[in-house]
Each structure stands twice: as C-alpha cells, then as structure tokens.
C-alpha cells in the first residue's frame, strides 16, 4: 500500500512539474506585438498620472490581447508620421482613431469597425448664425494634421487651414482667438469642450 501511495504521490509530483515547464515553454513562445498610438486623442488615447497609455482603444486591444494570449508592447509616437512608421516595420500595427477611407485601404488593413464618430465644428460662443463650415468663410480652422478634420476643412476652398502637430494646440489657439474653430472627432472634442471648466464656458 505504501508503494502505491509513493508511486500515486510520485506520479502528481511529476505531473505537476510537467506542467510548470510547460508554461514556462509558453511564456517564452508568447507573441508579442508592437503597437504604435497617438496618447494626445482622449478619450480614445492618452497617458495617465503615471505616464501610462490608456484610454478606449487601449482597453480594447488589452481585452483582445488577454483573450487571445499575448504580449502587447505600446509605443508612443506623433501622428504625423505614424503611417509611416508601420510601412517601415518599426512596429506591428497601429491602435488609434484612424478613420478607415478607401484611400488608405489601399496601403493598409483594418480591422471590422468598433466605433462611429463624425466630425463636428468648435467655435466659441461669442459666434452667432455658424451652421456649418461654409458660414466660416474666410477664416482660419484649424485641425490636426493629417486627420479627418483636416481633410474636411481642405473640401471648404474658402477657408484657411491651420495644421498642428497635436490637437491640444489647435484648442489653445482657438481660446485665444488666434483661429475661428476647430474641426474634430466627437468624442475627443466632448473630452475637451465638456470636460474642462475653461473650455465649456467658452467653446460650442
């Protein structure tokens, strides 16, 4: 009998130590991934107190990422460029709020659609009858560049577009009266024009 046990008690020794090495073997084969984003797009990206990339895309892809079992590594880099980045191989793909246009399918893959947004216009609210980009006519919009917002106003031929690396600069211009408004996704527009005191007392 206490053979048995021994060789029973062996047995489970093993098993348990086969199965120690086993995902020792699976997290040194665990893919990982590099990911390029923009952190200046909240709520969709942006870094914390802690210097940490986070927001609503980046919850996103870490659920993909803890359901199909692998390592995501996150890089910060600008927007403008970041395209090219990808072409280049200095990262596997890119999480950020890229709309998804026939022209850029033609270089690049994308995943199914997850979010809608659209496009609004920000004016302050000193500006009366602005129903839309036209009614701006000849005045100075500006936008991130490279972004939607940007190639909405370049559709206007009698406005001026005033490009900027971050979209943040395009607010702090617009709060000093410096252009006549912002063109931006909705929801980083709703982070900044009705999240921030300074900013929803003076924008629309």
């Known amino acids: 009998m206490k053979y ?5 008690l062996l047995t489970i020794i093993l098993f348990i130590t086969f199965l120690t090495l ?11 991934i590099t990911l390029a984003t923009d952190s200046t797009w909240s709520p ?19 659920a993909i990422a803890k359901e199909v079992d692998i390592n995501v590594i ?6 403008d ?10 990262y596997d ?36 009858n602005i129903k839309n980009l036209s009614d701006l006519k000849g005045q100075n919009v500006g936008a991130q560049i490279g972004t939607m917002g940007s ?3 370049k559709k206007v031929k009698s406005l001026q577009l005033k490009s900027y690396d971050e979209i943040g600069l395009a607010f702090e211009d617009l709060m000093s ?24 007392e003076f924008l629309k």
């Open 177 to 200: 009266g410096r252009i006549r408004g912002v063109v931006c996704d909705l929801p980083t527009t709703a982070n900044y024009v009705l999240q921030r005191k300074e900013y929803k």
């Open 22 to 32: 086993l995902n020792q073997v699976h997290a040194e084969n665990k893919i990982t």
């Open 151 to 153: 190639i909405e106003i």
């Open 93 to 128: 793909a890119i999480i950020l709020s890229v709309t998804i246009t026939d022209e850029r399918k033609k270089v690049m893959d994308f995943s199914k659609p997850y979010v809608n947004v659209g496009q609004v216009l920000i004016i302050p609210r000193s500006v009366k």
């Open 74 to 79: 996150y890089k910060n880099v600008a927007w």
């Open 4 to 8: 048995y046990i021994n060789m029973f």
């Open 81 to 90: 460029g970041i395209f090219e980045g990808i072409g280049t191989g200095k």
């Open 44 to 62: 969709m990206e942006m870094v914390d107190e802690n210097k940490n990339i986070i927001g609503f895309d980046i919850d996103y892809l870490n």
